[in-house]
């Protein structure tokens, strides 16, 4: 994305999907877009609202260390490991933006696999799920890019 910002194109991109670790840099970049976009996509607002901030969260800041030393929260009924990386990215990352909050005028595409089917469970700006348990809308949901 960095590359396609740099050379002017990143404003032609109209579908961006993920798995993994880049779902987070996806995430990060729907949630900047708008912003993005006011700036005409200028490498320099992408590296201000992405690339800096991305790489502050794996270089400057310990991530796997902040998560060690909240691990014992897990212990918690309520809290699993997932929603404790899922709070350190809402804080570090996103400031509780949901994912009904994506922009129109890009496609951002999160995806997972769904543990229980295996099938492929993707997170959008509209739905969320897979199609052997079926979707839901995200509009009311208050589902955060950090939790997907």
Wanted: glycine content about 8%.
């Amino acid at each position: 994305m960095r590359h396609l910002a740099a050379g002017g194109l990143l404003r032609n991109v109209r579908h961006v999907t993920s798995v993994s670790g880049g779902s987070v840099a996806n995430a990060l970049l729907g949630s900047a877009w708008r912003e993005l976009r006011n700036e005409s996509f200028r490498i320099e607002a992408f590296d201000e609202l992405v690339t800096h901030p991305l790489l502050a969260l794996v270089s400057d800041r310990s991530l796997a260390r902040e998560l060690a030393v909240r691990s014992w929260r897990s212990l918690l009924p309520t809290l699993s490991r997932t929603s404790l990386l899922a709070d350190r990215l809402d804080t570090h990352l996103f400031d509780g933006a949901r994912l009904e909050d994506l922009p129109e005028g890009c496609w951002f595409e999160i995806n997972a696999a769904n543990l229980t089917t295996g099938a492929r469970f993707r997170f959008t700006r509209d739905l969320v799920g897979d199609y052997i348990s079926g979707s839901a809308p995200t509009t009311g949901s208050g589902v955060r890019l950090g939790d997907c």
